[in-house]
């Protein structure tokens, strides 16, 4: 079973203007919406978000570990995902993207909610 990585149980160690918080709080959250589910191969792809997301969400659903990160991104380099992981990446920039690989020869699945 994979390790959950979510940052929800610090979701309250901020001061009251947010101040120290590493998740926005749920009455900051308008809308969240769901994607279609990524396929990751063992090429690397760039993943982008909607407009006006303020918090995405990833989750590896698939049997094989998921390696994320920058531009070069590899299974040496990258931040392992392994089956049922969750990332949250909060407060992003419009222009937020990551790239995902899997090792040679495998492939896996990537699930992502944003949260406008």
Excluded: H, W
């Excluded at 396929?39 to 698939?62: F, L, M, P």
């Amino acid at each position: 079973m994979g390790n959950d990585i979510s940052l929800e149980p610090l979701a309250n160690r901020g001061n009251s203007e947010g101040q120290g918080a590493l998740v926005t709080g749920v009455a900051e959250i308008g809308a969240m919406s769901n994607r279609t589910a990524i396929t990751v191969t063992d090429v690397a792809q760039e993943i982008t978000i909607g407009s006006n997301k303020v918090t995405i969400e990833i989750q590896n659903t698939g049997t094989n570990p998921i390696y994320v990160g920058g531009s070069g991104v590899d299974s040496a380099n990258g931040f392992t995902m392994y089956q049922d992981d969750v990332k949250i990446f909060n407060k992003v920039k419009p222009t937020f993207s990551f790239y995902a690989i899997c090792g040679a020869g495998l492939t896996s699945t990537l699930r992502i909610l944003e949260y406008a």
